[in-house]
């Protein structure tokens, strides 16, 4: 019975014969395992270091300069621009005024109760005893240059004519009285008298243009520079007695 008894308690004593060779099995194991480890480890670390060298450090990588836009080519300032050069390039840039086929114009002068008289381009006498005239010597309403649009008129006149009692009153227009003129284009061009003179018939300067104005002069007769009621003598006497009024207005519109 002893006997049996210990070989059942010696079945269960280990075998260090097959511990030995599981210990060795599983030493191998882990030595199999830390090896794949080591590897996979080494083949990261391997990869990281390549990517890092195919990459030139940020210091030292050179980028192209960008492309420089092209520079547009400079405009000459105003201000460096010759005064001559520029006012002939305004000049250019402004539309040519309109001239008309016809010349006439047409009078309103409301303080004398005159509206739309004809005034003829024409100096002659047989025109004159029509109505009122402009010197065709002097400039147009729509020129640009300076311009002093010289008109004539009969203080008396003819019967049955626009020149009958015309300018009758002109002694009575003051500074401020309005005049227009019109032309055939239908174009207004409004003057308000801004000078009334008495003047000899040798006074020929005042026909001519004024500087930097566009003018209308209206013309009569007088007996003399210093009487303007009296009915003086025609247009174009010369007599020495004979005098000359003319009120002359700046171009407003």
């Given at each position: 019975m ?25 030493l ?5 395992l ?17 990517e890092?060298?195919?990459e030139?450090?940020?210091e ?19 201000a460096?621009t010759?005064p001559?050069e520029?006012a ?5 840039e402004?539309p040519?005024?309109?001239v ?5 114009l ?12 004809v005034?003829?381009?024409?100096r002659s ?5 029509l109505?009122?005239?402009k ?8 020129e ?13 006149g003819?019967?049955?004519?626009e020149?009958?009692?015309q ?5 009575a227009?003051q ?7 019109s ?7 409004e003057?308000?008298?801004n ?5 000899t018939?040798?006074?020929n300067?005042?026909?001519g ?9 209206l ?5 003399s ?5 009296t009915i ?13 009024l ?5 171009r407003?519109?």
């Amino acid at each position: 019975m002893m006997d049996k008894q210990r070989r059942v308690i010696d079945t269960r004593r280990p075998n260090y014969a097959v511990f030995k060779k599981r210990r060795r099995i599983g030493l191998l194991v882990l030595l199999v395992l830390a090896a794949l480890l080591l590897g996979l480890l080494g083949a990261y670390l391997f990869s990281g270091t390549a990517e890092e060298t195919s990459e030139a450090p940020p210091e030292e990588q050179v980028e192209a300069p960008p492309a420089e836009p092209e520079e547009a080519p400079e405009e000459p300032s105003t201000a460096e621009t010759d005064p001559e050069e520029q006012a002939a390039g305004e000049t250019e840039e402004e539309p040519a005024p309109v001239v008309p086929d016809d010349p006439t114009l047409f009078l309103t002068v409301p303080k004398l109760g005159i509206y739309e008289h004809v005034v003829r381009n024409d100096r002659s006498e047989a025109a004159l005893d029509l109505g009122a005239i402009k010197l065709p010597s002097t400039g147009f309403p729509w020129e640009r240059e300076d311009t002093n649009t010289y008109i004539a008129c009969h203080r008396i006149g003819w019967p049955g004519t626009e020149s009958y009692n015309q300018c009758l009153n002109l002694p009575a227009m003051q500074e401020g009285d309005e005049i227009f003129l019109s032309d055939t284009l239908g174009r207004v061009y409004e003057y308000r008298i801004n000078q009334i003179s008495a003047l000899t018939p040798s006074d020929n300067w005042i026909i001519g243009p004024v500087e930097g104005k566009d003018v209308v002069s209206l013309q009569t007769c007088t007996e003399s520079p210093t009487d303007w009621w009296t009915i003086g003598p025609s247009l174009f006497s010369s007599g020495p007695e004979s005098g000359r009024l003319v009120v002359q207005a700046e171009r407003v519109v």
